[in-house]
């Protein structure tokens, strides 16, 4: 299941361009334009030129089909894969700051307390 907006998935058509984001060897991420090349009910086929090859990424999550084992991933643009990025930076380190401490941080309220165990399905 994927946490990101997938939804411009739904309007891409022949000609669009998009974000395309692949992991290397050791799980580095990066990424570059491309464009859709077609559009079926399951797939959209995605290339980043003319004469690159083709590869079909699934029409509801924007994965691409993956042989190698090496995630490739669709976006609606790099602001938003930049954004995404960012957003998973600064949960890591929300987490790690929360793992760090056995005891509640001064300062912090029941309320404050309660808010986020709701907001994470948590049961009180």
């Not at 060897?25 to 559009?39: D, E, L, T």
């Not at 643009?77 to 998973?88: F, G, M, P, S, T």
Request: net charge neutral; aromatic share 12%.
């Amino acid at each position: 299941m994927t946490t990101r907006n997938v939804s411009f998935l739904n309007d891409l058509k022949k000609g669009d361009e998009v974000y395309l984001v692949s992991a290397d060897y050791k799980g580095r991420k990066s990424g570059k334009p491309a464009f859709v090349v077609s559009r079926g009910p399951k797939w959209l086929t995605i290339s980043t030129s003319q004469n690159a090859h083709k590869e079909r990424f699934d029409i509801h999550t924007g994965c691409g089909e993956v042989d190698s084992g090496y995630r490739r991933e669709l976006w609606e643009n790099e602001a938003a894969w930049q954004a995404d990025v960012h957003k998973r930076k600064v949960w890591s380190d929300f987490r790690d700051a929360v793992n760090a401490h056995f005891h509640y941080p001064e300062g912090l309220s029941v309320e404050n307390i309660e808010k986020m165990a709701e907001l994470f399905g948590s049961r009180g």
